[in-house]
């Protein structure tokens, strides 16, 4: 049977794709999945792109991890989307606690975006260039780029991710969006800042860390989605997976979390401006969330022993029917 890129692309989409831990690449059986092109076109790095990552001490990068993702994708054809710039997470201590000035902070940012964007420069599809910068109440998140620089933060990252690689399609991208609620229309208002100051932005990434039985319904998240397409960017979902707060899932839990990617992926389908779905992981046997959430998870399309689960079949009944 047909696998979920090939149908994502018959249904218009630009890819299906998936997150690859760079620790896993050592599994040959995850791999195989990994590699097959038909149901993967599309990989993301989970860590190895991240500020810790490739700048651990100023001015001293390293693209060892970040290489490892970005390697298997051009050796496969697969695009690449490339995750993630300035975010407060997986950030060094020397920018978030030195105390930098304004000018100072803008140049840390600028020195980093241009040597890592550099090093990618032609290689991704996508780049996450500011992750996270709202939170959970809807408010400006509490970071040092936030602190130090109020919102021109944003403006800074894209013109600087902009200047390294024209070619790249740049993202803001967050979790939570997919609710429409406070921190949703921060959002629109960070997007509208961003636009506002003439800076490049093409899309606005849906991370998609979604909850089974609580998932928004299809056109609920057409309508979410919409709020971004209409100033004319793009939108993908870019980290989704659907979590089982309580393990193991029941067949009718089962059933429900196919449900739910139904309607994300479905959701994708009827906005035209909605270009893709990453997966963050494919399989139950890795993945973050046990880590964040003790007791939950489950969220993937392959069980731990990398068999098909519903929810596979649900993605490509949906994705088949467009
Ligand atoms: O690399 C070290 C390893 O050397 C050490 O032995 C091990 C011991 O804990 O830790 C390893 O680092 C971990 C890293 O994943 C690689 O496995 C970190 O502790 C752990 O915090 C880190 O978690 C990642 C998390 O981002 C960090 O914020 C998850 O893998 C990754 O899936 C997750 O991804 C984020 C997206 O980037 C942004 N959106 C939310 C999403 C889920 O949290």
Request: charged fraction near 20%; hydrophobic fraction near 35%; aromatic fraction near 10%.
């Amino acid at each position: 049977s047909a696998q979920l890129h090939e149908l994502a692309l018959a249904a218009g989409l630009d890819f299906f794709g998936a997150a690859i831990g760079e620790g896993n690449t050592h599994d040959s059986q995850y791999m195989a999945i990994a590699s097959d092109t038909s149901e993967i076109g599309q990989l993301t790095p989970e860590n190895g792109q991240k500020w810790d990552a490739t700048e651990p001490n100023r001015g001293q990068f390293n693209f060892q991890q970040g290489d490892i993702v970005a390697g298997i994708a051009a050796q496969n054809g697969q695009l690449l989307r490339c995750h993630t710039l300035t975010w407060y997470s997986q950030l060094p201590g020397w920018v978030s606690n030195s105390g930098f000035s304004y000018e100072e902070l803008q140049s840390v940012i600028e020195t980093h975006i241009e040597n890592v964007v550099g090093h990618y420069k032609g290689q991704c599809y996508h780049w996450d260039v500011v992750n996270e910068v709202i939170d959970d109440n809807g408010d400006w998140r509490d970071s040092v780029f936030y602190t130090t620089m109020g919102t021109d933060f944003l403006a800074v990252s894209f013109n600087a991710a902009k200047a390294a690689d024209p070619d790249a399609k740049l993202y803001i991208n967050d979790y939570n969006l997919e609710y429409n609620e406070a921190k949703t229309d921060r959002t629109v208002e960070a997007v509208e800042i961003i636009l506002d100051s003439g800076a490049p932005l093409d899309g606005v990434g849906f991370q998609g860390h979604l909850i089974v039985g609580s998932t928004p319904s299809r056109s609920d998240l057409v309508t979410v989605l919409e709020r971004f397409t209409q100033y004319g960017l793009e939108v993908a979902y870019t980290e989704l997976d659907i979590r089982h707060e309580s393990l193991p899932p029941n067949d009718a839990a089962l059933a429900q979390q196919g449900d739910d990617f139904a309607n994300v992926v479905g959701s994708c389908l009827d906005v035209p401006n909605c270009r893709g779905v990453t997966i963050w992981g494919f399989t139950d046997k890795y993945s973050w969330i046990p880590g964040v959430f003790p007791g939950e998870g489950a969220a993937l399309l392959y069980d731990e022993n990398l068999q098909k689960k519903p929810a596979w079949t649900s993605i490509s009944s949906i994705l088949a029917t467009a």
